[in-house]
């Protein structure tokens, strides 16, 4: 198994940034859902990381679920243009106010399937928390209420967001030079 350091162009995020703002989201969410049923649904795998520590952050009761959506192909970096969801919500989200929790919005395109699949089952309310906006490559609009970071156009890992499912155990958001990766075999 390669190291991460093999590849890593740079910390374009450190842990302390991600820390610092994670904490301020958790205040605005605390502050926004006072005194409301709220349950956060977290997009498996690489929004699990972004979940625990924002739930920490959130001083208002609340609820988790979880859902695992699939849009890419065989390789990497590239996407089938397909949605496809794996695995659904074990909640009755009906008169629910819904935060979906997501660690990466890129094109658009998974996440606004998974807001007209949310939206028929009737929630109170439906808004996104997204920690990394990839807003450069939009291809849907999409609406994001919570918003960690915009980044540019770059391909990224750790922190949740893995490369060939590696690596979503560092600390920090790190730019990944594809010239030095090297997929384990």
Same mark, same amino acid.
């Given at each position: 198994?390669?190291?991460?350091?093999?590849?890593?162009?740079?910390? /374009?995020?450190?842990?302390?940034? +991600?820390?610092?703002?994670? #904490?301020? +989201?958790?205040?605005?969410? !605390?502050?926004?859902?006072?005194?409301?049923?709220?349950?956060?649904?977290?997009? /498996?795998?690489?929004?699990?990381?972004?979940?625990?520590? =924002?739930?920490?952050?959130?001083?208002? %009761?609340?609820?988790?679920?979880?859902?695992?959506?699939? !849009?890419?192909?065989?390789?990497?970096?590239?996407?089938?243009?397909?949605?496809?969801?794996?695995?659904?919500?074990?909640?009755? $989200?009906?008169?629910?106010?819904?935060?979906?929790?997501?660690?990466?919005?890129?094109?658009?395109?998974?996440? #606004? !399937?998974? +807001?007209? +699949?949310?939206?028929?089952?009737? @929630?109170?309310?439906?808004?996104?928390?997204? /920690?990394?906006?990839?807003?450069?490559?939009?291809?849907?609009?999409?609406? $994001?209420?919570?918003?960690?970071?915009? $980044? @540019?156009?770059?391909?990224?890992?750790?922190?949740?967001?893995?490369?060939?499912?590696?690596?979503?155990?560092? @600390?920090?958001?790190?730019?990944?030079? =594809?010239?030095?990766?090297? %997929? %384990? #075999?």
């Amino acid at each position: 198994m390669q190291d991460y350091k093999a590849f890593l162009s740079e910390i /374009l995020i450190s842990e302390e940034k +991600l820390q610092n703002r994670i #904490a301020e +989201l958790g205040a605005e969410i !605390s502050r926004d859902y006072q005194g409301e049923k709220l349950l956060l649904i977290c997009i /498996l795998k690489g929004g699990v990381t972004f979940l625990v520590d =924002l739930m920490r952050r959130i001083t208002i %009761p609340h609820a988790i679920d979880f859902m695992a959506i699939t !849009s890419y192909g065989a390789g990497v970096r590239e996407t089938s243009g397909n949605v496809r969801l794996t695995m659904d919500l074990q909640t009755n $989200i009906r008169d629910w106010n819904v935060l979906l929790v997501e660690d990466i919005i890129d094109s658009g395109n998974t996440i #606004a !399937s998974v +807001l007209e +699949l949310l939206q028929t089952r009737q @929630p109170k309310s439906l808004n996104i928390c997204v /920690l990394l906006d990839k807003a450069e490559r939009r291809e849907v609009v999409v609406p $994001i209420h919570y918003r960690g970071f915009t $980044i @540019p156009n770059k391909f990224v890992f750790g922190y949740g967001l893995d490369m060939d499912e590696y690596y979503r155990n560092l @600390p920090f958001v790190g730019v990944v030079d =594809l010239e030095k990766y090297k %997929p %384990p #075999a």
